[in-house]
Each structure stands twice: as structure tokens, then as C-alpha cells.
């Protein structure tokens, strides 16, 4: 039996930054290696928020994770926690669940939002089953790569609120994955679910700045190849396949390198069956998740109503947790 070994991404260079741009992109990646925090400005801008490396960067910040403030000037910053919530995949009886629908198929939510991001639309999906939220996210200024982000709210809360997200390209969208989204429908997995990194205190705006977090990690993925800082991978045939030797290792969420935390101990433990119990988990290989092919064409002009929620997904529910990405 052959071990699974990481095969790269397919994702790269997709994007022509200015030498600022690349300079502020790989300052918040070596930021997000070194365990600190992140702030997001208007538009979806990411910067560093600490002004200097935590001193204990082995994940061992006790408490619970997050510390979440709105300065005067409207920077919304978050300081990195342990992993700490709970590992368990989102369930539909989860009683947040009802509230943070609520805030999301509010009338209000798009006035909301366009305090702080541009390109906000709202559609209601035929028949009162939920709506579609759009916006759009700049990690490095409004001059630099746009991310457009399709959010899908079903009014029915045993179905989770998703999200994609797509760069914004001369030559139409581009989707953003197949690194950190989720199986089988190719959705951004911008933050584990239950980990309290995004909570119904902290409301749809910061909902919104996660994705342009994760936005930014994707720009650090394009233009240097690795995914910076803390993530998470269930499977050991993912982990094996889709960690990168030198990111952060995916077995126990800590900042150490794969290759010299658990990269080893996975390849001992790697056994023949994996491959096809991570399909039928999953619903596809690793890396072979993608949106739907009606999403996808619908970004390409964003006008009318987006696709059948129900089209797009038979049941949002099945949407499995694998891995994300985020500094939780
Ligand atoms: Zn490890």
C-alpha cells in the first residue's frame, strides 16, 4: 500500500498584485504563522492587529478564544484563541441556529452591512424559502483582487448558512477553493462551525469579515503556495493529501509544521481503506469539491435572482465539515 502523499494545489498565481500588495499579503501570512490576530477595516482590508508576536504562540492562550471589539474608527479586530470550542459538526438543533437565521433574513441586514462593504444585494428566494445575500470583500484595499461572496440563508434553520466565494476576474469569476471549502459543494469553510469564532453576539458584519480573512489567506495560498497560519483536517487521508509539508499542522491545530508535528505519525497510521471512506464521507476525492455549475454561471453577470436554493442544494444539510482554515 502506498502512503497519500500532498500533490499541490491548484490554485496559483492567479493573481497580479503590486509589490505593495504582495508586501502587505505576505505580512499578514507570516503574521498568521506566528499565531497572531487579524482586524478587518472597511471593505473587507485585512491587517495585522497585534503589533508584535504573542509570546506564547503553541496554542496554549487559555480561556475562550476570541476577543472581539469595535474601535471608534470601525476597525473590527479579533485576537487569536485556542481552538478550545467544540469539534463536533454544526447540528440543526444547535438553539443559536434559529437567531443567527433571523439576523441573517432580517430586512435589515443589507443596511447593515453596507456600512462597512460594498456591492451588498439581497434577493428572496421564491416560495419565502430563505434569501441570498451578496457582497463583496477587498483583503488589500479597493485597488487590489475582488472577492464576491454569494451568501445562501435558508428560513428553514436545520439548514446551515453558506457561503462562496468567487474572485472577481477581467475574464468573469473565478471560484475560491478547492483549499478550505467545504464537501461536497465546494462552500467557504472560513471558520469551524461551533468553534465561537463567528457567534450570533458578533452579527453579520463580522460574519462577512471571517470571509474576507479567509479571503486573504487565499491571496497568501496564490501567491506564495501555502496556506498561512492554523487549520484543521477530520480526515487522515485529507490531511495527508491536502497539508502542505510546511503549513500548520492539520492533525492537532498548532502552529507546528506538518512535516515535523504529525505528518509522520499519519503516514504510520495511513491505512488501505482510507481513500474510500473519505469519499463516501465526503462525496469526492480531495480537492474534487465544486459550487454548482448554475451558481457559478449565475455569478458570471449577477443579474436577476440566483439559482434555486434548493437546486443549488437538495439538502444544505449534508453539507459536511471537513477542515477550515482559520485562526480559531
Ligand atoms: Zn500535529
Known amino acids: ?158 439548514f446551515r448558512i453558506v457561503a462562496w466565494g468567487f474572485w472577481r476576474m477581467k475574464d468573469g469569476p473565478i471560484w475560491m477553493g478547492p483549499k478550505h471549502t467545504n464537501y461536497p459543494d465546494g462552500s467557504s469553510c472560513a471558520f469551524p462551525v461551533n468553534s465561537g469564532v463567528w457567534t450570533e453576539d458578533h452579527g453579520i458584519t463580522a460574519y462577512v469579515d471571517r470571509l474576507a480573512e479567509w479571503s486573504m489567506r487565499h491571496l497568501y495560498l496564490d501567491a506564495e503556495g501555502l496556506w498561512p497560519g492554523p487549520q484543521e483536517g477530520d480526515h487522515i487521508y485529507y490531511r495527508l493529501r491536502h497539508t502542505h509539508p510546511r503549513e500548520c499542522c492539520t492533525r492537532c491545530w498548532q502552529l507546528e509544521p506538518y512535516q515535523s508535528c504529525c505528518q509522520a505519525l499519519d503516514q504510520k497510521e495511513s491505512a488501505a481503506g482510507d481513500r474510500e471512506d473519505f469519499i463516501a464521507l465526503y462525496g469526492s476525492d480531495v480537492a474534487e469539491q465544486r459550487p454548482h455549475s448554475r451558481l457559478l454561471r449565475w455569478m458570471e453577470r449577477m443579474r436577476g435572482a440566483p439559482p434555486s436554493m434548493s437546486r443549488i442544494h437538495p439538502s444544505l444539510r449534508a453539507t459536511r465539515e471537513l477542515a477550515c482554515g482559520s485562526d480559531d
Open 1 to 158: 500500500m502506498s502512503v497519500p502523499a500532498f500533490t499541490g494545489y491548484g490554485e496559483h498565481k492567479l493573481h497580479s498584485l503590486s509589490p505593495q500588495q504582495l508586501a502587505h499579503v505576505r505580512e499578514v501570512g507570516l503574521a498568521l504563522f506566528q499565531g497572531r490576530g487579524l482586524q478587518a477595516e472597511h471593505g473587507g482590508l485585512i491587517n495585522v492587529l497585534d503589533p508584535k508576536p504573542l509570546q506564547d504562540t503553541k496554542g496554549n492562550i487559555d480561556g475562550t478564544g476570541q476577543e472581539f471589539q469595535r474601535s471608534e474608527a470601525g476597525t473590527r479586530q479579533r485576537r487569536q484563541g485556542s481552538p478550545g470550542g467544540s469539534r463536533q459538526p454544526w447540528r440543526p438543533s444547535d438553539p443559536h441556529g434559529t437567531v443567527l437565521h433571523r439576523a441573517f433574513l432580517s430586512a435589515e441586514a443589507p443596511a447593515a452591512l453596507r456600512q462597512h462593504y460594498t456591492g451588498v444585494k439581497r434577493w428572496k428566494e421564491l416560495g419565502g424559502k430563505g434569501v441570498w445575500l451578496a457582497v463583496s470583500v477587498f483583503p488589500v484595499g479597493m485597488e487590489g483582487p475582488q472577492a464576491d461572496f454569494i451568501i445562501a440563508v435558508p428560513r428553514n434553520p436545520t
